[in-house]
């Protein structure tokens, strides 16, 4: 910036020109992108003017600024705005070199600085046709340095966190003796940096899906979190055990206690059923024809090797072998077409067995009906010859079954009223549990949702405190600690004095409060006495009733005086309280604002009197 003219000796001084100056310039030592599209120099017109605060207004809140700030800040400003301004832009300009190089720098700093100085050392380098770059730039700018992102798996050290358990020591040992490390179990070392982050991505994944499963579905079913991943691989296991069996019928019927058989063994079992179908599996259609050309082609080769050479030319054995080739070709075609046909052919076959077997399930289903009705009709006609007989026994079982139920019914009735209580009282029981679960499942999920909003907290704790801990390292090295605690405690010391000075005024005002009211007391007191006194001689003496008169008039001058007083005192106070009201506005400059506003408003008025002038004539 400029040199400030002589005459100017404070902030309250400084013009409007000066301000735009000074922050404009700030702003470009600052952050040169956002300054260098901004003017120092003040336009005349009010509108440009206008524009020019705005900006200003908007790159100082871009930079961090939190007190109010508009155009009225430039234009119309006052001295403790634009100090404060002031003072925030200077915190902000950078240090100088000398003063970065008199610090002493840790190895964090080192690093960033040489990490920027390569940046820009990059960024300052044209950008350059391949075609005209030298070995340096193809080097900075081509694609040489650029290495494909392909991942490869990864063998780490698992199973020792809280959630898998113990770790065995047969794994132990495998993991200290054997497992080779990161770096040796990747063909090339461009894929080390690739392969770390997808395996910390896979874990991550993992981890929130465990944990979003584990708050959806494994907090309701009311099992530890090992009960529940165990739960877990049982079903797995019983569904995969499933589809193995619908997919390998021909392996047979599953013995008593084969569900908790090893996968493997149902692996092996599979596949021996395979090798047992032999030429009954079903292969794909590439497999027969590949099987097919390479049976037809096998024998052709063999007469053809075994023919004489001697007696036909090479044409005609090339001619030949076209012919075979071209025969075997139809003849494969042929193959293909009927094993399509077959293949169709079983397709119709299967649906129609499977109709055929459902129609027999139902006729089966029917012909166990009639026998059943069968018997019943048969028993019927067996007893036809002696029906009489046959009918009183009948009624006497009847009327015994009845008798058996009504005893039954009497029994049961016993058994059935404590049973029916205990059953009120066990589901009672159990309404309270179910309560009581549904309430600590509510409180278990606020508690998880306290833990995560207190690892939020933790963790924008932690990004703070690597904040400050930055901003510690990036302030002077070179202020000695003592001074600072000097002045800390000199102005402690300072405000002790003050506040002492402070309480001993306001004790001799509270003494003084109380001699004026022990005076006001006494004296009226006396007066009343006096009164009194003189008010009984009064009436006998002539003179004593002037002075009783004198007396009267002397005391209400006394309380005009003392009146006066205490209002002179009240005025003085509202006139101190006047005085640093108008310095404050003088400060402010409302009046040299106000009529600079005004003296603004016309010069606007009158640019939009032109304006419209020239619109009119255009």
Same mark, same amino acid.
């Given at each position: 910036?400029?040199?400030?003219?002589?005459?100017?000796?404070?902030?309250?001084?400084?013009?409007?020109?000066?301000?735009?100056?000074?922050? =404009?310039?700030?702003?470009?030592?600052?952050?040169?992108?956002?300054?260098?599209?901004?003017?120092?120099?003040?336009?005349?017109?009010?509108?440009?003017?206008?524009?020019?605060?705005?900006?200003?207004?908007?790159?100082?809140?871009?930079?961090?600024?939190?007190?109010?700030?508009?155009?009225?800040?430039?234009?119309?400003?006052?001295?403790?705005?634009?100090?404060?301004?002031?003072?925030?832009?200077?915190?902000?300009?950078?240090?100088?070199?000398? %003063?970065?190089?008199?610090?002493?720098?840790?190895?964090?700093?080192?690093?960033?600085?040489?990490? +920027?100085?390569?940046?820009?050392?990059?960024?300052? =380098?044209?950008? =350059?046709?391949?075609?005209?770059?030298?070995?340096?730039?193809?080097?900075?700018?081509?694609?040489?340095?650029?290495?494909?992102?392909?991942?490869?798996?990864?063998?780490?050290?698992?199973?020792?966190?809280?959630?898998?358990?113990?770790?065995?020591?047969?794994?132990?040992?495998?993991?200290?003796?054997?497992?080779?490390?990161?770096?040796?179990?990747?063909?090339?070392?461009?894929?080390?940096?690739?392969?770390?982050? !997808?395996?910390?991505?896979?874990?991550?994944?993992? +981890?929130?899906?465990?944990?979003?499963?584990?708050?959806?579905?494994?907090?309701?079913?009311?099992?530890?979190?090992?009960?529940?991943?165990?739960?877990?691989?049982?079903?797995?296991?019983?569904?995969?055990?499933?589809?193995?069996?619908?997919?390998?019928?021909?392996?047979?019927?599953?013995?008593?206690?084969?569900?908790?058989?090893?996968?493997?063994?149902?692996?092996?079992?599979?596949?021996?059923?395979?090798?047992?179908?032999?030429?009954?599996?079903?292969?794909?259609?590439?497999?027969?024809?590949?099987?097919?050309?390479?049976?037809?082609?096998?024998?052709?080769?063999?007469?053809?090797?075994?023919?004489?050479?001697?007696?036909?030319?090479?044409?005609?054995?090339?001619?030949?072998?076209?012919?075979? =080739?071209? #025969?075997?070709?139809?003849?494969?075609?042929?193959?293909?077409?009927?094993?399509?046909?077959?293949?169709?052919?079983?397709?119709?076959?299967?649906?129609?067995?499977?109709?055929?077997?459902?129609?027999?399930?139902?006729?089966?289903?029917?012909? &166990?009906?009639? %026998?059943?009705?069968?018997?019943?009709?048969?028993?019927?006609?067996?007893?036809?010859?002696?029906?009489?007989?046959?009918?009183?026994?009948?009624?006497?079982?009847?009327?015994?079954? #009845?008798?058996?139920?009504?005893?039954?019914? +009497?029994?049961?009735?016993?058994?059935?009223?404590?049973?029916?209580?205990?059953?009120?009282?066990?589901?009672?029981?159990?309404?309270?549990?179910?309560? %009581?679960?549904?309430?600590?499942?509510?409180?278990?999920?606020?508690?998880? !949702?306290?833990?995560?909003?207190?690892?939020?907290?933790?963790?924008?704790?932690?990004?703070?405190?690597?904040?400050?801990?930055? !901003?510690?390292?990036?302030?002077?090295?070179?202020?000695?600690?003592?001074?600072?605690?000097?002045?800390?405690?000199?102005?402690?010391?300072?405000?002790?004095?003050?506040?002492?000075?402070?309480?001993?005024?306001?004790?001799?005002?509270?003494?003084?409060?109380?001699?004026?009211?022990?005076?006001?007391?006494?004296?009226?007191?006396?007066?009343?006495?006096?009164?009194?006194?003189?008010?009984?001689?009064?009436?006998?003496?002539?003179?004593?009733?002037?002075?009783?008169?004198?007396?009267?008039?002397?005391?209400?001058?006394?309380?005009?005086?003392?009146?006066?007083?205490?209002?002179?005192? &009240?005025?003085?106070?509202?006139?101190?309280?006047?005085?640093?009201?108008?310095?404050?506005?003088?400060?402010?400059?409302?009046?040299?604002?106000?009529?600079?506003?005004?003296?603004?408003?016309?010069?606007?008025?009158? %640019?939009?009197?032109?304006?419209?002038?020239?619109?009119?004539?255009?």
């Amino acid at each position: 910036m400029r040199d400030i003219p002589d005459e100017v000796q404070s902030i309250r001084e400084f013009t409007t020109e000066l301000i735009v100056e000074a922050v =404009v310039r700030c702003l470009r030592v600052i952050n040169p992108s956002a300054g260098t599209g901004l003017s120092h120099i003040l336009p005349p017109g009010m509108s440009a003017r206008f524009r020019i605060g705005m900006s200003l207004a908007q790159a100082c809140q871009d930079l961090g600024y939190q007190g109010e700030v508009g155009y009225q800040t430039f234009l119309y400003s006052s001295e403790p705005e634009i100090r404060r301004l002031l003072l925030f832009l200077v915190e902000k300009l950078p240090r100088d070199a000398s %003063e970065d190089a008199s610090q002493p720098v840790g190895k964090s700093t080192t690093l960033h600085r040489a990490i +920027a100085a390569t940046v820009k050392e990059q960024l300052a =380098v044209p950008w =350059v046709p391949p075609n005209c770059r030298t070995p340096r730039l193809q080097l900075l700018q081509g694609s040489c340095l650029l290495k494909q992102f392909q991942a490869r798996p990864l063998v780490l050290p698992r199973g020792s966190g809280p959630s898998s358990g113990k770790l065995p020591q047969e794994r132990k040992d495998y993991f200290v003796q054997f497992l080779p490390p990161v770096s040796a179990q990747l063909p090339r070392p461009a894929s080390f940096a690739p392969s770390l982050l !997808e395996h910390n991505a896979a874990d991550l994944s993992a +981890a929130q899906e465990w944990e979003n499963e584990w708050k959806s579905q494994g907090l309701g079913s009311r099992m530890s979190p090992e009960e529940y991943r165990q739960w877990k691989n049982q079903r797995l296991q019983r569904r995969l055990l499933d589809q193995l069996r619908q997919a390998c019928p021909q392996a047979g019927p599953a013995p008593q206690g084969a569900t908790a058989r090893d996968l493997t063994q149902l692996l092996g079992t599979f596949s021996a059923g395979q090798d047992r179908a032999g030429a009954l599996a079903k292969g794909s259609r590439f497999t027969h024809t590949q099987h097919l050309a390479y049976k037809q082609e096998a024998e052709p080769v063999t007469q053809i090797q075994t023919l004489p050479i001697s007696r036909t030319s090479e044409q005609e054995l090339q001619e030949r072998q076209a012919a075979e =080739v071209a #025969a075997l070709e139809s003849e494969l075609g042929r193959l293909v077409r009927e094993i399509e046909e077959l293949e169709g052919q079983m397709a119709t076959l299967g649906l129609t067995l499977i109709q055929v077997e459902g129609e027999v399930r139902q006729r089966q289903l029917g012909v &166990t009906e009639l %026998e059943q009705t069968l018997r019943v009709k048969g028993r019927t006609v067996e007893l036809l010859p002696d029906a009489e007989n046959n009918m009183a026994k009948l009624q006497v079982v009847v009327e015994s079954s #009845a008798q058996r139920i009504i005893q039954l019914a +009497a029994q049961w009735e016993k058994h059935r009223v404590p049973l029916i209580q205990e059953f009120r009282e066990l589901k009672a029981l159990h309404d309270s549990k179910e309560l %009581e679960s549904s309430r600590r499942l509510s409180e278990i999920r606020e508690l998880h !949702e306290r833990i995560r909003t207190a690892a939020d907290e933790a963790k924008r704790k932690d990004d703070l405190y690597k904040q400050l801990l930055l !901003e510690l390292e990036s302030l002077p090295k070179d202020v000695s600690r003592s001074a600072y605690t000097q002045r800390i405690l000199e102005i402690v010391s300072n405000i002790r004095k003050q506040k002492e000075e402070i309480t001993k005024i306001l004790s001799d005002t509270k003494e003084l409060q109380k001699e004026i009211n022990s005076l006001t007391g006494k004296l009226d007191r006396t007066f009343a006495v006096t009164d009194e006194l003189v008010f009984k001689d009064a009436k006998r003496d002539e003179a004593v009733r002037k002075a009783y008169k004198y007396l009267a008039a002397l005391h209400e001058s006394c309380s005009q005086l003392i009146q006066t007083i205490e209002d002179t005192g &009240t005025i003085l106070r509202e006139i101190r309280d006047l005085e640093e009201q108008i310095e404050s506005e003088t400060s402010k400059k409302t009046l040299s604002n106000l009529e600079r506003i005004l003296g603004d408003f016309r010069a606007l008025k009158q %640019e939009n009197a032109a304006l419209l002038s020239r619109t009119r004539e255009t």
